[in-house]
């Protein structure tokens, strides 16, 4: 019979990865991370904290194995350890949406009211990238643009949304995506635009979902116009 301590010690090291994601700030790391590697510098401002409590919560999750680190010089730099990580941040948002009383108000309260935003799934997307009637919008920082997009999307800088989106054609057909579906600078775009007139709609899930999906993908920036 196997020894009791034994499997004791093998559930707890399981349960390590959910007390490692036991903190809002931690995984809120883990999804920005989900767009590609970014430094601690660069981590500290995406979530709003010191770089010194940013560090220590990459620290937690480095301890868990669920990042892995570089050094360039005298900078560092994060990354999900695998795919998997990925898979499982995205595991971890659906169940909270589906089980977890009260959590649709809580998502309402971050996002606001989505009942006027149109979506589009990935598999719709697909078969239109190579209609030149399309504007494909991703409204994501330039760093995560740069670490991977879907090819033919134009990069929108959620700092400067309004100066931007102004040179969108008025009558083009826009789809617009983000992080993923907790990711408010699509529904800001979409929202901006259809106040123009715009016809606009917002991609299901994310940037992280397409790639996970093993759909096209592109990496770095756009070219001197």
């Known amino acids: 019979m196997a020894d009791r301590e034994a499997k ?5 090291g399981v349960a390590a990865v959910a007390k ?7 995984s809120e790391i883990v999804d920005v991370l989900s767009q590609g590697e970014r430094s601690v510098d660069e981590l500290a401002v995406a979530i709003s904290q ?3 409590n940013t560090s220590h919560h990459l620290q937690v999750l480095s301890r868990t194995g669920l990042v892995a ?17 990925s898979e499982f941040w995205s595991a971890l948002c659906d169940v909270a949406g589906r ?4 959590f649709g108000d809580l998502v309402e309260g971050y996002l606001g009211n989505r009942g006027d935003i149109a979506t589009i799934t990935r598999d719709e997307l697909v078969g239109m ?8 919008l991703d409204v994501r920082p330039q760093a995560e643009f740069a670490s991977g997009h879907i090819p033919s999307a134009l ?7 309004a100066e931007q989106l102004a040179d969108v054609p008025k009558d083009a057909s826009v789809v617009a995506y983000c992080r993923g579906p907790y990711c408010a600078f699509a529904i800001e775009a979409v929202h901006a635009l259809q106040a123009e007139g715009i016809e606009a709609k917002r991609l299901e899930g994310g940037f992280p979902d397409w790639r996970r999906d093993g759909l096209p993908v592109e990496s770095g920036s ?3 116009a």
């Open 8 to 12: 004791t010690a093998l559930f707890d």
């Open 222 to 224: 756009p070219g001197p």
């Open 69 to 85: 680190s570089r050094r360039d010089g005298t900078r560092m730099y994060y990354r999900l350890s695998s795919e998997r990580v």
């Open 20 to 26: 490692a994601m036991g903190s809002g700030r931690r």
């Open 155 to 161: 990069p929108i800088d959620p700092d400067h949304l």
């Open 99 to 102: 089980h977890v009383a009260g």
């Open 129 to 136: 990238l190579d209609d030149s009637e399309i504007v494909l």
């Open 50 to 52: 010191s770089v010194a």
